[in-house]
């Protein structure tokens, strides 16, 4: 029964991604009603291309800081990539602050602390 049932799953989220993608929302949870583990590395690495995928997708435009200097989306992407690795930054201008603070607020706690300007 569970063969016949995986095999359902298979051809439904098959055709679900031929036609407009989400298959695994059929697949995934068929999987683990099944026993399957989900630390299985395909599970996981499906798992993840697909959170992955939707960050690719973002569409930056430039942004001028006060400064004059043009901040391209190539140097966003590298930024947040950036702000993705570290554990901490300890020095940042402003201008970049309101940038991680808008663009990225689950980043906000890598920044250092405002210091008042006096």
């Given at each position: 029964m ?88 300890s ?24 210091t008042?300007?006096?």
């Open positions: 569970t063969t016949i049932i995986l095999i359902a799953a298979a051809f439904l989220g098959g055709a679900l991604n031929s036609l407009a993608g989400g298959g695994t929302l059929v697949t995934f949870p068929t999987l683990l009603l099944a026993g399957l583990d989900p630390n299985d590395g395909g599970i996981r690495k499906k798992l993840a291309a697909g959170m992955k995928k939707k960050e690719e997708h973002r569409v930056y435009l430039p942004r001028v800081l006060g400064s004059g200097q043009v901040m391209m989306p190539a140097d966003l992407r590298r930024l947040h990539k950036y702000m993705l690795e570290i554990e901490h930054i020095v940042i201008s402003d201008e970049v602050r309101a940038i991680v603070e808008e663009e990225w607020p689950e980043l906000v706690h890598k920044l250092p602390p405002k008042p300007r006096g």
